[in-house]
């Protein structure tokens, strides 16, 4: 049995810019991650079984084994584009498909949280092909590749994009005041490629002083030594976004009244919120009907 691992993530800064050449702060969660199982599968044809935090089966699909074509699935969206990459994967490595196979996915997170559940398969999939995640993940879901970067990372790391290949800088990164520092889930999934498409569409080019704005803001992240300077940083990155993209910040459009800094993490609008507070915050959220508020330990 051939048995893989990869994580989830956090970027901290750069959103939307990484994808310019900015550079990123990225946080692959040790917490949560998604599982690959990939054994021989005696009914002669390629099947795929996807187990969700609960382990419950949430999705699974048929494949014939000579064409990889689908034959009977729970949710054909999602089966076709395994089909794609599976058959991608055959070209590049045929001697992986002499023989019919089962892949068995279990994630401990919610899928509907943001965390990675498309990057963290290409990472799976990149893993037991011996294949390169980067090109995988911009062939079949684009973006800057700094989430397929935290899937196999050891520590918090630095992303950038140089002629558009990646730069991968790991870094040391567990600030002092972290057991003030939030992560709130909004309680809806961002479609994250359809975000950056759209703000590639109004941002074909962003200004230089922008991407080197945001460059000192994720060295200011990284180096931040108090929690009164690291919430300045997060106000400044999110007036910057903000600018950008046209978008209200966080706190101005649902949580003005916070004692505490905000700021969106990835696509702006859904997912999770980096949050920083003297006090713990979770009575405030839970009296705004928000239940998902996780600490740096449970997550880092």
Same mark, same amino acid.
């Given at each position: 049995?051939?048995?893989?691992?990869?994580?989830?993530?956090?970027?901290?800064?750069?959103?939307?810019?990484?994808?310019?050449?900015?550079?990123?702060?990225?946080?692959?969660?040790?917490?949560?991650?998604?599982?690959?199982?990939?054994?021989?599968?005696?009914?002669?044809?390629?099947?795929?079984?996807?187990?969700?935090?609960?382990?419950? &089966?949430? %999705? !699974?699909?048929?494949?014939?084994? +000579?064409?990889?074509?689908?034959?009977? *699935? @729970?949710?054909?969206? /999602?089966? $076709?584009?395994?089909?794609?990459?599976?058959?991608?994967?055959?070209?590049?490595?045929?001697?992986?498909?002499?023989?019919? &196979?089962? %892949? !068995?996915?279990?994630?401990?997170? +919610?899928?509907?949280?943001?965390?990675? *559940? @498309?990057?963290?398969? /290409?990472? $799976?999939?990149?893993?037991?092909?011996?294949?390169?995640?980067?090109?995988?993940?911009?062939?079949?879901?684009?973006?800057?590749?700094?989430?397929?970067?935290?899937?196999?990372?050891?520590?918090?790391?630095?992303?950038?994009?140089?002629?558009?290949?990646?730069?991968?800088?790991?870094?040391?990164?567990?600030?002092?005041?972290?057991?003030?520092?939030?992560?709130?889930?909004?309680?809806?999934?961002?479609?994250?490629?359809?975000?950056?498409?759209?703000?590639?569409?109004?941002?074909?080019?962003?200004?230089?002083?922008?991407?080197?704005?945001?460059?000192?803001?994720?060295?200011?992240?990284?180096?931040?030594?108090?929690?009164?300077?690291?919430?300045?940083?997060?106000?400044?990155?999110?007036?910057?976004?903000?600018?950008?993209?046209?978008?209200?910040?966080?706190?101005?459009?649902?949580?003005?009244?916070?004692?505490?800094?905000?700021?969106?993490?990835?696509?702006?609008?859904?997912?999770?919120?980096?949050?920083?507070?003297?006090?713990?915050?979770?009575?405030?959220?839970?009296?705004?009907?928000?239940?998902?508020?996780?600490?740096?330990?449970?997550?880092?």
């Amino acid at each position: 049995m051939n048995q893989f691992k990869a994580w989830a993530k956090f970027l901290i800064t750069g959103e939307y810019l990484i994808l310019h050449g900015a550079k990123g702060l990225a946080l692959p969660l040790s917490q949560y991650f998604q599982e690959l199982k990939v054994t021989p599968n005696n009914n002669h044809f390629f099947s795929w079984k996807a187990f969700d935090e609960k382990n419950s &089966l949430w %999705f !699974e699909a048929n494949f014939e084994t +000579s064409s990889l074509q689908l034959i009977d *699935s @729970s949710d054909q969206i /999602v089966a $076709l584009k395994i089909s794609e990459m599976l058959s991608y994967l055959k070209k590049l490595r045929p001697n992986l498909f002499k023989i019919a &196979l089962q %892949f !068995e996915t279990h994630m401990n997170f +919610s899928r509907h949280w943001g965390l990675g *559940s @498309s990057s963290t398969l /290409v990472s $799976l999939l990149a893993q037991w092909s011996q294949t390169d995640a980067f090109h995988l993940q911009k062939m079949f879901f684009g973006g800057s590749g700094y989430d397929v970067a935290c899937a196999t990372a050891n520590s918090p790391l630095i992303y950038e994009l140089q002629n558009n290949r990646p730069q991968i800088t790991p870094v040391r990164w567990s600030p002092v005041f972290k057991n003030n520092l939030f992560f709130l889930y909004q309680g809806q999934k961002q479609d994250t490629r359809g975000a950056l498409v759209e703000f590639h569409k109004k941002n074909p080019s962003p200004f230089q002083q922008d991407l080197q704005q945001v460059n000192r803001l994720t060295q200011n992240f990284l180096m931040a030594s108090n929690l009164t300077d690291f919430m300045l940083y997060m106000k400044e990155h999110e007036n910057l976004i903000s600018q950008i993209t046209g978008q209200k910040r966080i706190k101005d459009k649902y949580f003005s009244d916070f004692d505490g800094e905000m700021k969106s993490l990835g696509a702006w609008g859904g997912d999770f919120i980096l949050v920083a507070s003297i006090d713990n915050p979770r009575d405030y959220f839970i009296n705004k009907g928000y239940t998902v508020l996780k600490n740096w330990n449970e997550l880092i």
